[in-house]
């Protein structure tokens, strides 16, 4: 299994919306409607922002949602704030007889 | 509230096991659907997956890991282990361990802070 290719770094003002993106295979991202994104800042654990595409966990603000086309998902910020500014983080499934797969990672900065 | 925190030995040396255990609160690991996994984040570097365990006992393992790997848990103490042989230094990370809930598949919902494990003679 090898890892979902996301951009290494995006950026954007505050306000604004930025969008990052997450390339699998026809095995992972487009088998299923199982993605998710975590943010992680520097130090901290991930915490998990988006599970299965576009659902968010009770708590995390409306601002983060997800998508997906084919073997590509996306998760895009809006409104962006400072406290944005952290590492995402894509995922996987990949099928009952694996573990899941994680994104290389991109580091969104608020300019 | 879930909760779940890692210790184990934060300095081993090359070819020595390491031994990293997942003590953890607020669910229970022989619920139907549950599960704990390990991952771990070298220095700088993206998350990487290495191991899952189910309430019903079934394992996976990272294919590249798998001869080096052991994941283990005891319901009875809240605690899920893994065994790691014949560590690199290529193996130095934060190794993290985190809740799958039941009902999903491939989430890791609530994590560990971590523990950095340094491999160096």
């Known amino acids: 299994q090898s890892a979902l290719t996301q951009p290494p770094s995006a950026s954007g003002s505050p306000g604004q919306s930025v969008t990052i993106s997450c390339t699998g295979t026809?095995?992972?991202?487009?088998?299923?409607?199982?993605v998710s994104w975590y943010q992680q800042h520097p130090g901290k654990a991930p915490k998990l922002l988006i599970f299965?595409?576009?659902k968010r966990p009770s708590g995390v603000p409306d601002r983060f949602s997800g998508s997906k086309s084919g073997n590509t998902a996306a998760l895009t910020v809006s409104g962006l704030q400072a406290e944005d500014e952290a590492d995402y983080y894509c995922?996987?499934?990949?099928?009952?007889?694996?573990?899941?797969?994680f994104g290389t990672g991109t580091k969104v900065t608020v300019l | 509230q879930i909760t779940l925190k890692e210790s184990g030995p934060t300095l081993v040396k090359p070819t020595q096991t390491l031994t990293l255990t997942c003590t953890f609160s607020?669910?229970?690991?022989?619920?139907?659907?549950?599960?704990v996994g390990w991952v771990r984040q070298p220095p700088g570097k993206a998350l990487e997956w290495l191991a899952l365990?189910?309430?019903?006992?079934?394992?996976r393992y990272r294919p590249s890991l798998r001869s080096r790997l052991t994941i283990t848990k005891d319901t009875s103490k809240n605690q899920v282990v893994l065994t790691m042989t014949n560590v690199d230094p290529v193996d130095t990370a934060t190794y993290h361990c985190?809740?799958?809930?039941?009902?999903?598949?491939?989430?890791?919902?609530?994590w560990g802070q971590g523990v950095m494990v340094t491999v160096s003679s």
């Open positions: 985190a809740h799958k809930p039941s009902g999903t598949y491939g989430v890791l919902g609530y």
């Open positions: 607020g669910f229970s690991l022989s619920s139907s659907g549950v599960g």
């Open positions: 365990i189910y309430w019903d006992d079934d394992k």
């Open positions: 026809s095995s992972d991202v487009g088998a299923y409607n199982y």
């Open positions: 299965e595409v576009n």
């Open positions: 995922s996987s499934y990949a099928g009952s007889n694996n573990l899941g797969v």
